[in-house]
Structure formats: C-alpha cells, structure tokens
C-alpha cells in the first residue's frame, strides 16, 4: 500500500481507530456473511432487496476497513509524556472562558482525525484549536470564526484524560 499523508493521533484516538478495524474485521463481517447467506435462500437474486442490502453494507464493510487501515498505516502517535502541561499542545485538555458569553468551556486538542466538537474533542488545526496552540493559562486570545470573533480566556492547561 503506498504511504499516505501521515496523521498525528493522541493514544486512545490510535486505539479507537484499532478497536473499529478488528470490529469491522471479525464481527461486521461474519453478520454480513449471514445476512448474506439468509438473503440467498430467499430465492430469486435479481429481485431481492435484502441481497442488494446485504451486499451494499459488504460493500461499505469493505471501503471502511481499507481506510481503517490505511489510517493506522499513516498514524504517527503523540509522545503524550512528553507534553509540557502549562502549554497548549495536542494531546491538552484546556478550560476556557467566553469572555463574550461569560461561560465556561473544555475542549480536548486531538488530530484532525480524532476531532468530535460535540464530545470536546476539537481539531489542533481548527480555528480555536490552532489559536489555543502554545498558550498558557492566563492568556488570552481573539479567534476568527465563521460568525465573526470569538474572545477566549485560558483558563486551566492539562493532559487529556484518555
């Protein structure tokens, strides 16, 4: 398989992306060998919806896999030891104020792979993410976003907890 774009991941996205692969491999595809298999003994192939079914979830299985594991070819997994706590890195956990909201927010600095803003999980390459990116507790930061402006205070810098 040729290399592809290398990704950074923090550990548990690394994992995540494990865990879907042997899912896929094993459990997804002996339930679509069997759905496939009943779907056969209904008779006539060339008009049986739940044969075509079955061989369109095959075919999504398949496309799937491949790109599972194509991504763990390419991933580069972050040294999270290594992660200086008082600065903003990938692999941080970072509590924020909306200045102009007045709340409180925590975001979790994944690869682009891993990101997931409805978890917290937001990309180091996304506008927030990339203006947190080498901060510290304290600072404070104006970022660009679709609707306009947002200002954020830092807050607290930690290590995500996987």
Known sequence: MAKGK???????????????????THEEREK???????????????????YDEARNDQ???????????????NAVILDESNIDTGVVSLGSSVKVLNLDMNAEFVYDLVGSNESNPMDGKISDQSPIGAALIGRRS?????????NGTVRLKLLEVSRTQG
Request: glycine share 4%; proline share 2%; hydrophobic share 35%.
């Open 32 to 50: 679509i060998k069997n759905d496939i298999a009943v779907a056969r003994s209904f008779g006539d192939l060339s008009e049986n919806a739940e």
């Open 138 to 146: 304290g600072d404070e930061v104006n970022v660009a976003v679709p």
């Open 6 to 24: 290398q990704m950074l991941y923090t550990q548990q996205g690394y994992q995540e992306l494990v865990d879907e692969l042997h899912r896929r």
């Open 59 to 73: 075919a999504k299985n398949e496309a799937r896999i491949k790109e599972l594991e194509e991504l763990i070819e």
